[in-house]
């Protein structure tokens, strides 16, 4: 079965602390890995996402994400965390042998002033 | 680019009543779009993909009578809550990929805040 793990439910880290959510996935195919973020009542927005060749992608916002393919992982990353970082994120990934996409359960990160 | 609109924000109605959402993909076509739902603090369910001139693809324990999905044009795809209930009060979100390649990103609309009172 296809499935994303993000292992935290709620990440906290003080304001200019480097920051990392993690995401682990099992997908069956050529896996595509993406981040998203979504503030309260608001759809989810595009972060970053993997392209094939690069380990470290960059994305907006001075977001980045450490693509590992033998652990199947793709961990977002930003060196100094903002109070307006906080946000629930969402870590998606699609795959070369269907339409879906699927989503991890999100992590709820906290930056604290 | 790849910007997905969503109408209404909110909407608030009475049980037994039905409630129309729409979701337009506003700069490009989209054969396809998705239906989620969210509930508090949780993740996204997946509810059906909506096909451009064919029948939607449910999910497995979505009812398709109540849930009506309408894709009639490739910018344009509904989603109306029929006979609404309190349970059916949720956030409701639609999305499509700006192109139809593995690596392309899902974009999302606003979501739709629904109320059954």
């Known amino acids: 079965a296809q499935s994303v793990a993000q292992p935290e439910d709620q990440v906290n880290v003080a304001e200019g602390n480097p920051l990392t959510v993690k995401c682990t996935y099992s997908?069956?195919?050529?896996?595509?890995p993406f981040w998203y973020v979504q503030y309260p009542n608001r759809g989810l927005q595009f972060l970053l996402k993997?392209?094939?060749?690069?380990?470290l992608v960059k994305g907006s916002y001075g977001f980045e994400a450490e693509f590992n393919k033998s652990q199947t992982s793709f961990h977002l990353k930003k060196p100094s965390a903002l109070v307006s970082d906080s946000a629930l994120y969402f870590c998606?990934?699609?795959?070369?042998?269907?339409?879906?996409?699927?989503f991890g359960t999100g992590t709820s990160l906290t930056v604290i002033p | 680019g790849a910007v997905v609109s969503q109408h209404p924000s909110w909407v608030i109605c009475k049980s037994g009543t039905s409630v129309k959402i729409e979701c337009r993909s506003l700069d490009f076509q989209a054969t396809t779009m998705f239906w989620y739902r969210q509930f508090p603090k949780q993740s996204l369910m997946l509810m059906a993909t909506?096909?451009?001139?064919?029948?939607?693809?449910?999910e497995q324990g979505v009812e398709k009578d109540k849930f009506l999905i309408n894709h009639a044009s490739l910018t344009l795809s509904t989603l109306t809550v029929t006979s609404a209930h309190p349970e059916d009060s949720s956030f409701y979100i639609c999305s499509a990929r700006g192109e139809p390649r593995y690596n392309s990103p899902l974009h999302f609309g606003n979501g739709t805040r629904l109320t059954v009172t």
């Open positions: 993997y392209i094939t060749g690069d380990n």
């Open positions: 909506s096909n451009e001139g064919s029948k939607a693809t449910y």
């Open positions: 998606a990934v699609s795959a070369n042998t269907g339409n879906q996409f699927y």
């Open positions: 997908v069956s195919g050529n896996p595509y």
